[in-house]
């Protein structure tokens, strides 16, 4: 039975949650404070993990950066505020996706089911043999999951390894960000094209000798990006 871990200092949602993660077949477990939350989410292991922004002693903005400092579990962000700005940096500290309250019931299972399959797709894939793409000095493991420039690695986030090893297994081709979201979030992109402009910035922070002048990733302005070869 997949594990989800519910970071939530409102016991009435945080109750809410699990019941209908519950019902749809997930065994959860809840924290109501930042620093229980955090020490839980380094110490054990969960397929998911249900993260609010506002949380007393530790805010979910700090547990998501040491949590994907060290792990690949997803994590959904949630939280009562609305502005981009909060959405754009909690992606960036390599949050999965963002949701927003008050959301349905339905909503919650259906974005916590479509991150849980697309994580145990990858986890579950097995590999005889490495599968390597390798271009001017950047490697990309596809089996391990591993990349490195000049032989120096770099540390990815789930996302961020997946936009990068489409955008170089299509190399030459535009992608606009609608196209880029629902190749890698599967789902919908209304209003998320900013996660794709976070995720790439990211990106080029970790593969690009310049980002200003990069060699791998090209913006296609009023279009989209390209992986240049």
Known sequence: MSKILIIEDEESIAELEKDYLEINGYEVVIENSGKDGLDNALENDYDLILLDIMLPEIDGFEICRQVRNKKNTPILLVS????????????????????????????LVARVKAHMARYERLIGAGVS????????????????????????????????????????????????????FNKIWDME??????TV???????????????????????????????KM
């Open 80 to 107: 009562a505020k609305k502005d981009d700005i909060d959405k754009i940096r909690g992606l960036g500290l390599g949050a999965d996706d963002y949701i927003t309250k008050p959301f349905s019931p339905s909503e």
């Open 129 to 180: 043999e490495n599968e390597i793409i390798e271009i001017r000095g950047l490697k990309i493991d596809k089996t391990a999951r591993r990349v490195f420039i000049n032989d120096e690695e770099k540390i990815f986030t789930t996302k961020e390894f997946d936009l990068l090893t489409f955008l170089a297994q299509n190399p030459n081709r535009v992608f606009s960000k609608e196209e880029l």
């Open 189 to 194: 992109s209304v209003g998320e094209i900013a």
């Open 197 to 227: 402009t976070v995720h790439i910035k990211k990106i080029r922070e970790k593969i690009e000798f310049s980002t200003s002048k990069p060699q791998y990733i090209e913006t296609i302005w009023g279009v989209g990006y390209r992986f």
